[in-house]
């Protein structure tokens, strides 16, 4: 069975140089990085890179889970994330589950056979007593408000960023609120839910059943949501929505239609994307790309169990 | 060493299901797939995973190699491999590139090393003879039109979907036309260049090169665009943008400005985005998604190496 040392003869380096070309170390010369990966040629070695895996224990993959793709919330994250692990040379495996516990249970399960060397969480379905089975075999990230003692997190403050909006939109004088969701059972969702009780309770506002409104998550999400919103007898004068994109959707069917925001009908988004602020829609920043980079660093770290909480901003802009 | 045989005798089960459970095969009933795991807990398998990769060679990781992550055009081809991937019980390992040839190379060690079980190359610096070093270890599929008989690939005719777009708006009576590209030094650019070029020549058209603009790929670019055109004394009257994202940035901010489109300057995108359907955005139709499951699919099939071309669509809406 070749060797390290083998290969380091045979291309004519050190013993330490092979394991940097080995473990993909920037700072190697692109000539002896030639000589290595010649020798390792020469001598048949791939077959035996798993075992080097194996007594190391390091891939430099690092497993995220998120439940969708093309997810502008997820997708935020998800960027965040590749930036800061490109910056620390490793690579992301998507695991894309649609809130199947079977695909999120394949990744930990990967973690386990040292696949890979963490994971990040953006979102889960497992209870946490599955993740507690897994965490001795690498770091787990959650990108979820936690105090479990013995998992990294990293969150926004969902229900406080929600009140937020909520406390402004109210401000302006809008007494008939709606607001919309992804999913009403996710994490966030509920969160924003009990802000919406809360503080509608507490202004003693009508809080109206019908003016929740479900499956905003992308622009097309928007133009039904519009058409709902149009279709009703009893409208709300505003809604909160749960990102910018719906919310760009909505303003741009409204427009179509002739109904003015905010004269007819105010709209708060959440994310500050680009495409927000090009229609100069309010909204909520969410630092959603800082989630994803702060995720990396504390799976970095993880001798130091850190619970991350990043702040999050009001954008007064024109749609309120 | 813990073997397969130990584990089935351990858990109750054949060894066939634990070979299942281990590849992550959908059909294991859960009662089942419970027993194997603690049974590989129980007998501390973990450390052998790779061992098992090593002998049979699979590792149900993909390699997708793309320049930039959050861009539209490799983003929707992302967004087809992962479906596609996920279908097939395999996961993506995404190498963000920046067209740095060393970032490439990693991933191609890799495959070398058979921690992946093939690569896509969505686009790529490297040159053709190292791809074709490293084809031995595994399928290589490429998301470009080639006739390398060792790689299957999947492309569309950027050649021919340009010129279908210049077409149309010159058949609509413009004159003065300008086009706008991500790099200029793309694979894709220089086919939509020479396009432009054969075609405005054979109008007998006025080819200006300050028409020609760069960096085009998101909504606040388009913003940019946008500027730059109104400060030119002498305007182009309509131009073609690289997609539908950029051409809404430029159309948005030029409602503001009070320019109207099509009457002051006529617009066509590329992709066919929600937000282009949204702004009645004129636009050729690309089938990004398909690329990512074709390709998927070509990797699946290594053994028959096959040349994929799909096909556009001009949808003809508002804005030429």
């Known amino acids: 069975m070749t060797n390290i040392k083998e290969i380091a003869q045979c291309a004519g380096v050190s013993v330490s140089t092979v394991s940097r ?29 798993n075992a080097i895996h194996l007594s190391k224990g390091k891939t430099n993959l690092i497993g995220v889970i998120i439940p969708f793709n093309n997810h502008p919330y997820y997708g935020a994250i998800v960027n965040g994330i590749t930036k800061q692990a490109n910056a620390i040379g490793c690579h992301i495996v998507i695991f894309q589950t649609n809130y199947d516990r079977e695909k999120e249970i394949q990744a930990f399960n990967m973690l386990q056979m040292k696949q890979l060397d963490g994971i990040i969480v ?13 965490q001795k075999y690498g770091p787990i990230i959650l990108c979820e408000d936690t105090a479990q003692a013995e998992f990294s997190s990293i969150s926004i403050d969902h229900y406080a960023a929600f009140s937020c909006a909520l406390e402004y939109v109210i401000a302006k004088g809008y007494k008939k609120i709606g607001y919309s969701l992804g999913r009403k059972k996710s ?61 760009a959707g909505f303003i741009l069917t409204a427009r179509k239609s002739g109904i003015r925001v905010p004269e007819d009908v105010a709209i708060l988004g959440f994310n500050n994307d680009s495409l927000g602020e090009m229609l100069d829609i309010t909204t909520i920043s969410l630092p959603l790309e800082w989630i994803g980079k702060m995720a990396v660093d504390l799976f970095e770290n993880p001798e130091e169990v850190k619970h991350v909480k990043l702040d999050y901003a009001l954008i007064k802009r024109k749609t309120v």
């Open 122 to 134: 953006c979102s889960r379905i497992s209870e946490m007593k599955i993740l507690l089975d897994y």
């Open 21 to 49: 070309v080995l473990n993909d170390h920037p700072y190697v010369s692109p000539d002896k990085r030639k000589s290595v990966l010649e020798a390792i040629n020469r001598l048949n070695y791939t077959r035996n890179i």
């Open 187 to 247: 994490r966030n969702s509920s969160h924003r839910t009990k802000a919406f009780n809360d503080i509608m309770s507490k202004h003693q506002l009508i809080n109206n059943e019908a003016w929740l409104f479900e499956g905003s998550y992308h622009i097309k999400d928007g133009e039904q949501l519009f058409q709902e919103w149009n279709s009703m007898m009893d409208k709300p004068e505003a809604i909160i929505i749960t990102n910018d994109d719906t919310a």
